[in-house]
């Protein structure tokens, strides 16, 4: 007896706000998940079984599938399946799923059309691009502006603003923005202007 379908029903880490789960094709036997996701894996054979294991543990369904408890992903770990159909016959060997955690990557961001060194009159309005990108969902692109002073660390920012809302599911933004000191009341000097991405990690 054989294996003909192998699927992983996969719910991501609570933070992420992605309440859906995800159905995955993981007949290749290995699956990277971000931490503190939760996995269960179902497999189905080609004919009735008359008994089925997962690492040991008795796991036999109706309709010929072989379900894994739920697995919440951390570091490794792997899970083994073992079957006998209805004949007595088992598989030809057991299926071992790998399942990995890895890290909630950094989100990125960069712009376009913004001159570093760029010197404007109060009046002027600077148009620009931000982008910004992340592996799961990107919350709010912003804008920052501190003062620039010789010889000194950098100040507190003299303000900030969100220029475009995302969502748990967008992993790409592109918003246009736009700075005019005059409309913020920011007298003449030297600014730095800095834009900004936070993601749906917690507290980054």
């Known amino acids: 007896p054989a294996l003909t379908s192998v699927f992983a029903d996969v719910t991501l880490p609570a933070y992420l ?16 998940l971000v931490r503190g996701s939760q996995v269960r894996v179902t497999a189905t054979a080609n004919r009735p079984l008359r008994a089925a294991s997962v690492d040991g543990a008795p796991a036999l369904r109706p309709y010929r599938a072989i379900e894994s408890p739920l ?14 159909d209805e004949h007595g016959l088992h598989g030809r060997e057991p299926f071992r799923m790998n399942l990995s955690g890895r890290e909630d990557m950094p ?5 376009d059309g913004l001159v570093s ?10 148009v620009f691009k931000v982008r910004a990108r992340d592996d ?3 919350r709010h692109v912003g804008l920052e502006w501190q003062a620039v002073v010789a010889k000194a660390p950098a100040s507190a920012p003299l303000g900030e ?14 918003a246009l923005a736009t700075f005019s000191a005059h409309a913020l009341e920011i007298a003449p000097q030297p600014l730095s202007l800095l834009a900004f ?5 917690p507290a980054r």
């Not at 706000?17 to 290749?28: A, C, F, H, I, L």
């Not at 989100?107 to 712009?111: I, L, M, Y």
């Not at 991405?197 to 990690?201: A, C, H, K, L, S």
């Open 17 to 32: 706000e992605r309440d859906e789960s995800q159905r995955k094709d993981v007949r290749g036997g290995a699956m990277s």
């Open 71 to 84: 697995v919440e992903v951390d570091g490794e770990r792997r899970i083994e399946f073992r079957w006998e």
């Open 107 to 111: 989100p990125t961001v960069g712009c």
């Open 117 to 126: 060194g760029k010197v404007v009159l109060e009046t002027d309005v600077l």
């Open 136 to 138: 799961f969902g990107i």
């Open 161 to 174: 603003r969100i220029i475009a809302a995302g969502a748990s599911d967008r992993e790409e933004l592109e």
């Open 197 to 201: 991405v936070e993601d749906y990690f």
